[in-house]
């Protein structure tokens, strides 16, 4: 555990310190961190579910505090949750669907414990309605209007013996863990393969001689169009500079490697170029439950901009960045100051700073914001690793991935 | 008379009415008018001749009193019933006269100048044969003096036209002698001959002789001066002037000769208002062209942006100091002009007021050094001379709309310096011209202008500007200056920056400041309650030209409803209309947007120099749609974008009459 907990602490110090950049990356180290949590969690015979969801619980909070623009951080942390309830989940239908009378009951008893300390009895209500969750009711269930408390007399049959054993806890308690590590596995898989997934379907999006707006710098959005140019389309590219971090002349730079037409503007140059763009690709900070897009700062003009002349513009976005938060929660940072002197040369200006002294309140302040929100309405269409989406159904793609009760951490 | 010409002026002139839209025809008509006048002034001939060829005309005609006459009544009355029209004939006449003769002098010295615009100068040249023709009619015509006179020999010359329907020149030729004949003594033989020669000189010559005979040695000047120019545009389309005359013949003998002119003037005034088209960067044979004249190096750009080929693409910086060098060794350019030139190439003058106002200096100065050389006409060597500083001063960089409008200004100054003039006096009168341009239309315009918008200012505002305007600059010192208690937010973007200058000059007079780059443009407006833009230009679509970003500036601002106040002066109205950034704009150095300036990439640029396939755009204007504007202030007061066309026709109503 303490070697854990310094691996945590180094981490959310690295977030603290904005250390780690681009939400891929972030991501990637959560999971890899919360990944390591998992498995040197001693859990107890008890109810090792909840305990582990504890335990991931606390580290996020940590790392969420930590860096809390990063949205991409509590996306992982509530992923990694999902999972270990999912797992916690199947194995207790698959122990109840088993013939296996104790393996059941133990779930039972885990799920009773975990969940609302509810007597063994209504333990099994739980899984029944967890269950549910799992499977669309039968069409039958439905008309005739009876629960699946049909289960109930079979599960308290198997609660009423559940206290006798205990023999087998240990294993089960390994394969919960086993199962939840194998999962956030795939989770991490599943974040470093999400360019390859979304720029499969470049050559979808992209014709030949397409004109294609972006901004900022993202690896999404890299992968993306070089996809479309090894599949030997050709078009060209505007790069929006991104002043004041300039990252667009690093995307510009990665692009013309690659051997595509690339020209740089200034972010002031957006809506004069707009007209002749065939297409705005952005990757995106974070998705909101709402379709909503948190980019990197000018997107919001960009989008605007787009609007105005019926570009599509369109969002490119792994699954890590799906948020199932909405912009409007409080608790939900948008955005971050950066330093002024990104913007200001202090020294030039610091004759002119003093003035404010006498009064008290500083004549010259510098704003500098990390990111914008673009509306939902403004977003033509979002990319994802499974698919193409609307803006309007992205906040059924994040119930698949997230469940309800770790919404509010 | 009176008899005679009733019959064959109805005829006639509802001929003419119908040809009007077609160029040549309108000449006919001139004559009928302002002789008329002349006739109804001096002679008071029958009202009969005079009202069926006003009842024609008018409708002909209501784009040249439109123009010329001052008088509202012209247009109270938009389609002029016999009435009003003979009432602003009475009124105008002496006018009328005055810029019929003026004109033809203009608008020849106007076009004439080797301009950068080929198409143009050979419309222009066509223009010309007419023109000349038919001053060269007035001028056999107006020689004998009184207008009494040419009553008196406008009648046979009509006569004359009527029964001869002889091949066109030489019937033309016929009639100015028959004139000449007619008029007899008076009209000299050389004066004779020189109209069978070359028809061009007379332009400058009835000039003169319509609004005085001094100057005779000024007169010889131009003449040799305008008889070259005059036929070289005339052979510019030979055709066209050979058939001229006969038209002309056919509708003369109804109308006279200075109304006659004066359509033909309003012609080309409309035509030379029409805004140049500006010159296409992809064309190569005239690219090709303007690089031998061409005084300024320019080498081209290696990388291209293929959108932008028809805009100039020069790479920057190298020729400077080569331009700086030669400086007093020039003899082309004034010494003057050639600096503002430089401090254009080297971005040393922005601001669209302070490179106008540094450009009309320095033609003050020039002027004041200019010297007629022998043998030729002050109008038109200044105009050639202003022609070339213009064209060099575009080298340097290419001129902003409101710039063109004073070069326009001016040219029409000098065009219309009266001949009587010594040259002291016409360059006192350029001078004091061009002083008084900068005066009212730019310092006492920005004074209204502040005194507008100051009121759109009250306590607790967050006024949001962006970039550097120096009226907007105005209106917040004044405005903090009178006590009011705002907060002023400056968006700012990359490479001029010159939203730090704003800061800087606001801070130093304590006003408070929120800075930012125009990325965080969605993030501030959420503060702002009022956003001032400054502006390069306003086409008459209402479209606003300026400032690179100025555009997202008013998008964001018209998404968050903000209001979206413009301050421009009104000189810088222009009758173009644009749509989109692409067609006209200017481009900036693209290094400059390669050089970033953060630490560790400084090395980088240089490799990515080479790669063709990266380039650096770096736009200078772009173009905001006007249903984002809330409201324009301007010397005119505060106006919506959409009265911009009206104040443009106004204003340069004004402007030619100034």
Redesign the interface.
């Given at each position: 555990m303490p070697d854990v907990q310094s691996t945590v602490l180094e981490f959310v110090n690295k977030l603290r310190k904005r250390k780690i950049e681009g939400s891929q990356a972030t991501a990637r180290c959560t999971v890899e961190l919360l990944r390591s949590v998992i498995s040197q969690h001693r859990v107890p015979h008890a109810n090792q579910a909840s305990a582990l969801i504890d335990a991931v619980k606390a580290v996020g909070e940590q790392l969420v505090a930590a860096n809390p623009v990063e949205l991409a951080v509590g996306n992982v942390v509530r992923r990694v949750l999902h999972i270990i309830r999912e797992e916690d989940l199947s194995l207790t239908t698959a122990a109840m669907g088993g013939l296996d009378l104790l393996d059941a009951s133990d779930d039972d008893e885990d799920v009773c414990n975990k969940g609302i300390g509810y007597p063994a009895m209504s333990a099994a209500v739980v899984a029944a309605a967890a269950r549910s969750t799992l499977r669309p009711p039968s069409l039958q269930t439905l008309l005739e209007g009876t629960p699946e408390s049909a289960t109930v007399p079979y599960t308290s049959s198997s609660g009423a013996d559940s206290e006798s054993k205990t023999a087998d806890k240990s294993s089960i308690t390994r394969k919960l863990k086993h199962d939840v590590i194998e999962s956030v596995n795939q989770l991490i898989h599943e974040i470093a393969g999400c360019h390859e997934q979304i720029a499969e379907q470049a050559i979808e999006h992209i014709h030949q001689n397409e004109v294609i707006l972006t901004l900022g710098s993202s690896r999404t959005v890299l992968e993306f169009l070089c996809a479309a140019k090894e599949k030997k389309r050709s078009f060209r590219v505007?790069v929006a500079?991104?002043?004041?971090r300039?990252q667009g002349?690093l995307l510009?730079?990665e692009l013309?490697a690659r051997?595509?037409?690339?020209?740089?503007?200034?972010?002031?140059?957006?809506?004069?170029?707009i007209?002749?763009v065939n297409m705005v690709i952005i990757g995106a900070h974070a998705v909101m439950a709402n379709g909503g897009v948190i980019g990197p700062?000018?997107v919001?003009?960009a989008a605007?901009?787009a609007k105005?002349h019926a570009v599509p513009f369109v969002v490119l976005a792994g699954c890590h960045k799906l948020c199932p938060l909405y912009p409007h929660n409080p608790e939900v940072l948008l955005?971050e100051l950066r330093s002024p002197s990104e913007?200001?040369d202090f020294g030039?200006?610091s004759?002119?700073l003093d003035?404010?002294a006498g009064s008290g309140?500083p004549?010259?302040?510098?704003?500098?914001?990390t990111f914008?929100?673009v509306p939902p309405n403004l977003v033509s269409l979002f990319i994802t690793d499974t698919g193409g989406h609307n803006p309007s159904y992205m906040y059924r793609l994040i119930a698949d991935y997230y469940s309800a009760d770790d919404l509010v951490m | 008379m009176d008899p005679r010409r009733v019959p064959l002026a109805v005829p006639k002139v509802r001929r003419v009415g119908f040809f009007t839209s077609i160029e040549p025809t309108p000449e006919p008509q001139r004559p009928n008018r302002s002789q008329s006048g002349p006739v109804e002034a001096a002679t008071s001939s029958s009202p009969l001749s005079d009202s069926p060829s006003g009842n024609f005309i008018s409708p002909v005609q209501i784009p040249p009193s439109r123009h010329h006459s001052d008088n509202l009544t012209s247009r109270a009355a938009p389609v002029p019933v016999p009435g009003p029209a003979a009432f602003r004939r009475h009124l105008a006449h002496d006018r009328s006269l005055h810029v019929g003769s003026y004109n033809p002098a203009d608008s020849l010295l106007g076009t004439s100048p080797p301009s950068s615009n080929g198409e143009l100068s050979e419309d222009s040249g066509s223009l010309f044969g007419f023109q000349r023709s038919d001053s060269a009619k007035l001028s056999s015509s107006f020689p004998n003096g009184g207008f009494d006179l040419t009553m008196a020999v406008r009648a046979p010359q009509e006569f004359e036209s009527k029964i001869a329907t002889v091949p066109a020149s030489e019937g033309r030729k016929k009639t100015a002698e028959v004139s000449g004949k007619s008029e007899s003594a008076v009209t000299t033989k050389a004066q004779k001959e020189k109209e069978q020669k070359s028809l061009k000189e007379k332009t400058t010559k009835a000039e003169r002789r319509a609004i005085q005979e001094a100057q005779r040695a000024a007169k010889a000047a131009a003449k040799g001066e305008g008889s070259r120019r005059v036929d070289d545009s005339g052979r510019a389309k030979p055709g066209k002037a050979t058939k001229q005359p006969q038209v002309k013949k056919e509708g003369l003998p109804v109308t006279s000769s200075v109304s006659e002119k004066k359509t033909v003037v309003v012609e080309k005034e409309k035509r030379m208002d029409v805004p140049q088209t500006q010159m296409q960067y992809d064309d190569k044979s005239r690219v090709e062209k303007a690089k031998k004249r061409a005084v300024v190096e320019q080498t081209e750009s290696k990388n291209k942006?293929e959108?932008f080929l028809h805009l100039p693409q020069y790479e920057r910086g190298n020729q400077l100091p080569n331009l700086s060098s030669n400086i007093f060794t020039l003899d082309t350019i004034h010494h003057a002009v050639y600096k503002v030139g430089l401090q254009h190439l080297a971005g040393d003058i922005s601001g669209d007021n302070a490179r106008c106002i540094a450009m009309l200096q320095a033609f003050q100065e020039a002027i004041k050094d200019y010297t007629t050389p022998p043998m030729k006409d002050l109008t038109m060597d200044l105009t050639a001379k202003i022609n070339g500083y213009v064209s060099f001063l575009i080298e340097c960089r290419p001129l902003s709309m409101s710039m063109g409008n004073a070069i326009r200004f001016l040219k029409n100054q000098i065009r219309k310096l009266p001949v009587e003039l010594s040259v002291s006096e016409a360059k006192a009168s350029l001078c004091s011209d061009i002083g008084r341009f900068i005066e009212e239309k730019i310092v006492t315009a920005d004074k209204v202008i502040v005194k507008h918008a100051v009121t759109k200012i009250r306590d607790g505002e967050v006024v949001l500007t962006y970039g550097f305007s120096c009226v907007v600059e105005m209106i917040l010192l004044y405005a903090h200056e009178i006590g009011r208690k705002f907060r002023v937010v400056i968006v700012?973007?990359?490479?001029n920056l010159e939203g730090?200058r704003l800061?800087?000059r606001l801070?130093?007079r304590?006003?408070?400041?929120?800075?930012?780059?125009?990325?965080?443009?969605?993030?501030?407006m959420r503060d702002a309650t009022r956003v001032f833009l400054g502006a390069s230009s306003i086409f008459s679509n209402g479209t606003l030209y300026s400032?690179?970003?100025t555009?997202?500036v008013a998008?964001?601002a018209n998404?968050f409803s903000v209001p979206v106040i413009v301050c421009c002066e009104a000189y810088k109205f222009h009758e173009r209309v644009l749509l989109?950034?692409?067609c006209s704009?200017e481009l900036g150095d693209p290094d400059a947007?390669?050089n970033?300036p953060?630490r560790a990439?400084m090395k980088?640029s240089k490799t990515?120099e080479n790669?063709k396939?990266?380039?650096?755009?770096?736009?200078m204007?772009?173009?905001t749609p006007s249903e984002y504007i809330s409201m324009i202030v301007t010397d005119y007061g505060m106006i919506p974008p959409t009265s911009i066309p009206v104040i443009v026709r106004e204003y340069r109503r004004e402007h030619l009459l100034l």
């Open positions: 505007f500079e991104g002043a004041p300039y002349h510009a730079k013309v051997g595509l037409q690339t020209t740089v503007i200034t972010d002031s140059a957006v809506f004069a170029m007209s002749r700062v000018g919001n003009m605007l901009a105005k955005n913007l200001l030039e200006f004759d002119c003035f404010g309140s004549l010259l302040q510098v704003v500098n914001p914008d929100y | 942006v959108l700012d973007s990359r490479p730090q800061l800087r801070v130093s304590g006003l408070d400041c929120t800075y930012t780059h125009i990325n965080a443009i969605s993030y501030i400032r690179v970003g555009a997202c998008m964001v998404a989109d950034s692409i704009n947007i390669a970033i953060s990439n980088r990515m790669n396939n990266l380039q650096f755009l770096n736009l204007y772009d173009s």
